[in-house]
């Protein structure tokens, strides 16, 4: 941590915030300049108070210099982590973060168990490694469709007997955490849930990997420490994932921040996939934002597809229909290699 | 709402909108323009399923004209509405929205009996109406200190008893909820909480008048659709709270929206106060973004006091101190007056 | 500065850092910390070859802590500047970020003698001290009105003869920039502009004084240099103003951003204005956010005035009719007061 | 266009707007709906004068349904522009828009004669089609490198003859224009530009293909608009090019809106190329953005090489060396044929 000091500062206030320093147990290092003076601080092993310094007479501010989350770091977990979903009631064990990249598809909410095996049947048909779809859905309105809860749950759990495929779902509160965690193979937490930290803390003990969705205005720190929330509490099976934040663009619903994918990287152990259908909200996105995931590095997407997207209760104009879909694996079969991955 | 049509749609295509919105019993009005035809649909008393129409062959897009908020609405109910906090356990009656605007002052964080106590008569001297602080802290990191919990609130509950002023707490989470219902005259609810959906549905059942801030990327429909969460479970005490969104600009935390205020008054019957302490981060912007929130029209603000800024656990950089908060309060009394209002 | 390594950097790659800036002739400080070193440079008069540092190995980032710009700087001018604007063909001679602040009103673009002469006599009644009014006017499309050019000068400075008000008008560019700095009492550089390096070192030799407009995406930095500019080639006489920022948020045209008039008056010794006509787009936030601007501590606002806004060429949705801009003068008379202010 | 009116809308007042509508030569479609009337209006062949149709009584908004672009529009041309660039002096004559796709490389500032030289054979060797190098640099600093002008630009010309590559390089005003469109094979406008309309119209007249980069916070809109204003002037050879756009994110320099090109490919025939460099700042995220980029549909990208970073004087950090640009390289080849295209 850095401490920069006012142009103006005395020589009494660099020595007074020296001190207090001192005083937390730390070494002080400071460094006269031209025209200003800071100073270096080490020997924390936890965090240091921050506000106490920026309150000191004469300190311009303070600067941090090492990242305050650790067990999402790959400072201190060198290798790459490979989450395992699924393995159990018949669908497949599918590694997320390994050599293959990995495509959840589905519905954006399931409506019928008719509507969800169609869709099922065609994306791992059309080679799919999980099956997505909502059975609780975050609203903005509490006057919109919010899903068919625990029966949209059962619908689920048959399509996973029949075809094989795990399922993600989202949990969108406490309540919905522990039904969503028994029946599902893995949970998902919404954009708008990534600081709700009751929820977090949740996921961290409910035994399921966990699929954590980036905020619309989060920094990648603050998706960091959100992991991290999840992760204290023993559950270390995440996936992040990146879906589009909100930026004064207009031509699509949100803007899909690709580069998050090489920073993750280089910064965390922990995988990250893309969702280019809410990330750009468009049908005619949908396609081009996936096939730039891979190519970015992602280990895998997450793609909305409906048989008959112009009935879709929710969400239908991003959804892409599964003849859309099966040339979207095809073209993604040919680009995953290109990054040393197999799909 | 509004379809507007592709250049080149056929007049088949125009056709079978117009169809396809007969079948839903709503009215179709074609309008062929010299590039392109749109076509307005009149006659829904609900909402209309959107994209249904936007799956449609030759739909450029879907327009909505009439806003999808209710009980918030100005249209609604006209009259502004005042929400009336304390009235309890010592506490004074305090109006929100009426002539009188209102200053909510405290801590950050409640960390002893005696800095609670300390502030809590500072503020209350100095002419505010409300006594704020933190026993349950959202934090974005696992690590930090996360307030006090039913401790801070048993100290809040003294400082009531002690000054008269009503107590505003935030819950951060549905348990945390519980017992700040309990304990609070008014009951905050966190930016980052703001589309917690199952705590703004428990809050609607609370019990107790609601603050409610707006997300860090929330447009102002959503933070109205927030709102009427709450109170489509029957509270209709909501007062809501701009703190500041997150954009490129760097000088302050976060970028304080002040044009939201007369947009509120413009759309919206509930009151709405700003947060300049958050909204900054700054304790040397608290004092001018105050005044201006006064002079643009808010019902009120609501500012972090510390009698030792340098020792507080969370937030010091942007408490101003009692004596600041009383120079700030000499200004506001004589701005007030200039918008009708009195402090 | 300070060059913060990589968590595993090798004690060579420190050496190797430090070696690097005593070959640039300035002293390195080595601190190493707990899980990395950082690195303090002193002794820099100019800057600091940054890139050659980011890219030695081991090299994690390289913070800047001294602000680059000099001539805007508070450091290097403690006092206050203020800039004196007419006292030329009739005009009073008004100072800009005095004890009285400033109102600049008219309208958005000149349109005809008698619309601009019918407003400038109504805003000269009300109080403004300064008329603005667009002779070239900067548009997003080539098909768009772009104003009347010399003639509008024209009628400017007939409109001044008459009232006595000095005229602030536009320069789009290094040819209407000499027709202006010709005609007009003080050259307006837009938002669009802010970083159009040909015009600001134009204007750095006009010898008028300039009124430079922030950018709709500029950091306050940025902001500094653009003022850096124009200061370097010896026109000292320049006026910031902050007219909305761009961001997500719908409500208005642009998100009015006032933090930034304490945060100039901070770090500069230049006055700040604010238009709240751009700043919000909505006729109805401009009376609201005025006041606001007052209260903020900003040295003046500029208001766009018509007396037939339904008939404006140019941007009639914000335009404030005269009877508002009057009761509007009469609540900023009120609220000067407050922040040891006249108008 | 259509006008929204307020819910609490007289009679009368719709009846005043449509005929002011009918007086501009317009038909009026009035749609009364449950809770407020729209009109629609067609027959316009130009601009509808909107603001006066805002300043009506009982107006809510106006809402502009077909787009202000013309000449850029992919309805009024709906075949792809390929834009040729070289074939003179010496350099290859390259098409940008067809079927192969283009990869402009090179330094970002021609800092010498050899540096330029050793680069430009290098990218030359991996595949790249143009030569980039900025002569002259627009810098947010007046105090930074301006770069080497005039003498730049005789470097790239040398550059030409040498490797046969034609060149594309910067004119930051209309006084660089000149030397940079008699010299240079296609003419840049950098994003601080995008809305300096003296320069686009001027670069409408130099008889060079321009490419055209997108402003921090331009919608996608008024990159049409700007290029509207080259095209406007005669010069139809326009390519974009998107390098990032502003927002809160800072694990970047800028973010990386790829989705804007299939939405430049919807609306527009021009072609659009990417700039993972300048989009990113960091070179470790250039290589995984230039393959997204090609993934998603763009026409090209332009990647700054520097085989000595560490020495640049400008922009190091984003560079990458001719070993990692031949990687890149050999990974587009590999891409491209997914997309239907070459390299």
Redesign the interface.
Same mark, same amino acid.
């Given at each position: 941590m850095?401490v920069?000091m006012e142009?103006?500062a005395t020589r009494e206030a660099v020595e007074s915030v020296c001190s207090e320093i001192r005083r937390m147990g730390l070494t002080a290092?400071a460094?006269?300049?031209?025209?200003?003076t800071?100073i270096?601080i080490?020997?924390?092993?936890?965090?240091v108070?921050r506000?106490?310094l920026?309150?000191?007479p004469g300190v311009l501010e303070v600067?941090q210099?090492?990242q305050?989350?650790k067990l999402a770091s790959r400072?201190v977990h060198p290798d790459p982590t490979v989450v395992w979903v699924g393995g159990e009631r018949g669908a497949a064990r599918v590694p997320i973060g390994g050599a293959r990249v990995v495509v959840m598809a589905g519905p954006c909410a399931v409506e019928t168990a008719e509507q969800t095996l169609t869709i099922a049947r065609a994306v791992r048909e059309a080679g799919a490694a999980l099956l997505r779809g909502g059975a609780f859905k975050?609203?903005?309105?509490?006057?919109?469709f919010q899903g068919l809860g625990a029966e949209g749950l059962a619908i689920l759990s048959r399509a996973r007997s029949e075809t094989g495929l795990p399922i993600v779902t989202e949990a969108?509160?406490?309540?919905s955490l522990k039904l969503v965690a028994e029946q599902a193979d893995m949970v998902q937490l919404g954009a708008?849930?990534m600081?709700?930290?009751?929820?977090l803390?949740a996921a961290g003990r409910c035994g399921k990997p966990i699929l954590l969705k980036r #905020?619309?205005?989060a920094?990648?720190e603050?998706l960091f420490?959100a992991a $991290?929330?999840v992760m +204290?509490e023993g559950n270390y099976q995440v996936v992040l994932c990146e879906r589009g934040?909100?930026?004064?663009?207009?031509?699509?619903r949100n803007?899909?921040?690709?580069?998050?994918?090489?920073?993750v990287k280089?910064l965390s152990h922990l995988p990250i996939i893309v969702d280019p259908s809410h990330?750009?909200g468009r049908r005619?996105?949908v396609a081009?934002?996936s096939?730039?995931?891979?190519?970015? #590095?992602a280990d895998g997407i997450m793609v909305e597809v409906h048989h008959a997207? $112009?009935?879709?209760? +929710?969400?239908?104009?991003q959804a892409i229909v599964p003849g859309e879909f099966a040339a979207l694996m095809a073209?993604l079969r040919?680009?995953a290699?290109?990054?040393d991955r197999e799909l």
């Open positions: 850095l920069v142009a103006g290092h460094m006269p300049g031209a025209t200003r800071a270096g080490t020997g924390n092993t936890g965090p108070p506000a106490r920026e309150s000191l600067i210099v090492t305050p989350w400072e975050p609203r903005t309105s509490p006057y919109s969108v509160d406490t309540e708008r849930n600081q709700n930290f009751q929820l803390r #905020g619309l205005a920094t990648l603050e420490m $991290e929330y +204290s934040v909100r930026t004064f663009a207009d031509h699509t803007t899909l921040d690709l580069s998050v994918v090489p920073a280089r990330g750009t005619n996105k081009p934002l096939r730039a995931a891979l190519a970015v #590095g997207p $112009e009935t879709a209760l +929710s969400d239908g104009p073209q040919r680009i290699p290109v990054v």
